[in-house]
């Protein structure tokens, strides 16, 4: 039976510190520029372990196996341009399709770790909440890049990828899909501020992905679709970036098509993201 | 240092917290004892800048905590269920990043990470990455996070609960060491114990309100259940001892196996009186203590019915394992 007085902090142990020095510097704060840097560095740790990197280079890879050998007979129709190879109409479109999901990872990366802690600790330190999203940003568009130039690679060595406009018409479909995979992080990374759930996010992230995905002339030229999805299919965005792209790697390109892509994408940003920084920091 | 003034939070209609104000001076220990949903994250998180008031006002180092939210920020470290690391990255990078984005360069960073690996005995397991952490070391990690600025002030919500008894400890001795260091800390548990043990002053929350503050020593006044326990040699010696008593006007309860008799007193002075007792009744004594009374008996007294239910089973929680008051089947 012991005596549960109260325990007073034993004086002997005084003294002890925690720091090494004599006064050991207390960290304050730093710069949102160093945020940034710091930030989008521990998002890219991710291509140090393969685990992670691998699916998004493999799955392309697979869709493009599949699509290549289902959709062979859509370049017999007559509304396929003549003279191109498959692959070289599909490649293109597979960028920005593979840009969609790339940004949709964004989004759900960011609900997972709104709820998992690390998130709730960065808002209770100095530093800006932006710089988390911007961070974030950074990182998915350098991974994006990445993977699309595997995609580009593994097309032309496996799959016979040649187009007319070649290696700098190619680079140039690289550089829309990846602006507009930058662009689409952010919508996707807006929904996740407002939804917060990984629950509410899969869902409804995945609806927009396949929404902007299937009414697009993505798969098959626009004339080719019923009239009906023709219609939301030419003012979808990502048909845009697709025609752009596509006409890049073909060796045809329109300028105006290009400039239209970089324009709404730059917008989309200019608007989405005060509107995401914004939602993130709210206080729950 | 911490200074809480008749904060409010309201969750649509439910009230997390209602009227709450505190304060805690620089350099001591405040306990916010209360059971599960009684409000102790919320008001944690508007300390912490996460979380706004409906109403009331709250500072930090003089600084208001939503007008000046970013200053208070460099002040302060947070733990708690909710503030925690990146599961994907290893302890010792998850310290760095952290220590980087206050501003520490590399070599900095570097440092004040092996440090505090070795202050949380986390130098072995650094380099693995956090989710493959135990319960204990992940909440020493989730500590170590806080610290790595070193901060005036740091807020601890339920640093220990879900873990055994001597991870409990070793938490302990970790939060004593920062007091030394001069650090203002509230803690939050469910634990009387934990709140005896740590706290110079504890705050009692039920259902968002304040029932109770005090020092612990001051809360055990106005309980007044203090005793002594008279443990006997043999059961046989029982009955005896307890006429004794009573003859001396007290009341003595005995455990199941009747070994241990518990005599509510009103002071230390009556353990004289119990001695005396005792003596007269020839019996052989095993043992005598005289027990403050445990926060378990302040929650109760205080409480209302539902808060006391909860006390309770935190009670029934925090003293397992360790010597508690006898058991009385009076
Ligand atoms: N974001 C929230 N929305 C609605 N209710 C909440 C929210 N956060 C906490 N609550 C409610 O407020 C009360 C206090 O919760 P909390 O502060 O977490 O208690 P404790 O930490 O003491 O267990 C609980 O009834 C809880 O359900
Ligand atoms: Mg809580």
Same mark, same amino acid.
């Given at each position: 039976m012991s005596i549960t007085a109260d325990h007073p902090r034993s004086p002997a142990n005084a003294g002890t510190t925690t720091g090494s020095g004599a006064a050991p510097p207390r960290f304050r704060g730093s710069s949102a520029l160093r945020?940034?840097?710091?930030?989008?560095? %521990?998002?890219? %740790?991710?291509l140090r372990e393969p685990a992670l990197v691998l699916p998004g280079i493999l799955e392309p890879i697979l869709m493009l196996t599949v699509f290549s050998q289902v959709f062979r007979s859509v370049s017999q129709t007559q509304s396929f341009p003549a003279g191109v190879s498959y692959i070289d109409y599909l490649l293109p479109a597979f960028l920005i399709t593979s840009a969609v999901s790339a940004g949709l990872k964004s989004g759900v990366a960011l609900t997972t770790?709104?709820?998992?802690?690390?998130?709730? %600790?960065f808002k209770s330190m100095p530093i800006h909440t932006g710089t988390i999203l911007i961070g974030r940003s950074i990182a998915d568009t350098v991974l994006n890049a990445v993977n699309m130039v595997v995609m580009l690679v593994a097309g032309a060595l496996v799959f016979g990828y040649g187009p007319a406009g070649g290696v700098l018409g190619s680079l140039g479909a690289l550089l829309v899909a990846v602006v507009l995979g930058w662009s689409l992080g952010w919508v996707f990374m807006a929904l996740s501020a407002w939804l %917060?759930?990984?629950?509410a996010m899969q869902p409804v992230g995945g609806m927009v992905n396949m929404v902007l995905l299937?009414?697009?002339?993505a798969f098959v030229p626009t004339d080719g679709l019923p009239s009906w999805l023709r219609a939301f299919a030419e003012v979808n965005p990502m048909s845009h970036a697709i025609t752009a792209a596509r006409d890049l790697a073909l060796g045809d390109p329109d300028a105006g098509t290009v400039l239209a892509t970089f324009g709404i994408c730059a917008v989309v940003v200019a608007v989405i993201a005060p509107l995401a920084i914004r939602n993130f920091r709210r206080a729950s | 240092m911490i200074d809480v003034s008749h904060i409010s939070k309201r969750f649509g209609t439910m009230t997390a917290l209602d009227?709450?104000? +505190?304060?805690?001076?620089?350099g001591s220990v405040l306990g916010l004892l209360g059971h599960n949903g009684a409000g102790k994250t919320t008001l944690v998180s508007i300390l912490a800048t996460l979380t706004r008031p409906s109403s009331g006002r709250?500072?930090?180092?003089? @600084?208001?905590v939503t007008g000046r939210a970013e200053e208070v920020r460099r002040l302060i470290g947070l733990t708690g269920q909710y503030a925690s690391v990146d599961e994907t990255l290893p302890g010792r990078a998850n310290l760095i990043l +952290?220590?980087?984005l206050l501003g520490a360069t590399r070599a900095e960073a570097a440092g004040r990470a092996d440090e505090l690996l070795e202050l949380f005995d986390l130098t072995g397991a650094g380099r693995r990455n956090a989710r493959n952490y135990s319960g204990g070391m992940r909440r020493r990690l989730d500590l170590a996070a806080s610290l790595v600025g070193r901060p005036e002030v740091i807020f601890l919500d339920e640093p220990t609960t879900g873990l055994d008894p001597v991870a409990r400890?070793? @938490?302990w001795e970790i939060v004593e060491r920062l007091v030394k260091d001069g650090t203002t800390v509230l803690l939050t548990t469910q634990y009387l114990e934990e709140a005896d043990t740590l706290a110079d002053s504890i705050t009692v929350l039920a259902e968002g309100r304040v029932i109770a503050s005090g020092t612990a020593a001051e809360l055990k006044e106005r309980v007044g259940r203090r005793s002594v326990s008279v443990t006997l040699r043999r059961a046989e010696d029982r009955a005896r001892t307890v006429e004794a008593l009573r003859r001396a006007a007290l009341v003595p309860a005995h455990d199941e196996d009747g070994l241990v008799l518990t005599v509510p007193v009103a002071d230390s002075t009556d353990i004289a009186v119990v001695v005396r007792a005792v003596d007269e009744a020839g019996t052989d004594m095993a043992g005598l203590a005289f027990s403050e009374p445990t926060l378990d008996d302040v929650y109760l007294a205080l409480n209302h019915p539902t808060a006391a239910h909860h006390a309770t089973a935190a009670a029934t929680a925090a003293t397992t394992g360790h010597p508690t008051e006898a058991g009385t089947s009076s």
């Open positions: 945020q940034i840097q710091v930030l989008s560095g %521990r998002s890219l %740790r991710a770790e709104l709820n998992n802690g690390i998130v709730a %600790r %917060r759930k990984p629950e299937f009414a697009s002339n | 009227d709450v104000s +505190l304060a805690v001076p620089r709250a500072r930090v180092a003089g @600084l208001d +952290l220590a980087r400890r070793g @938490l």
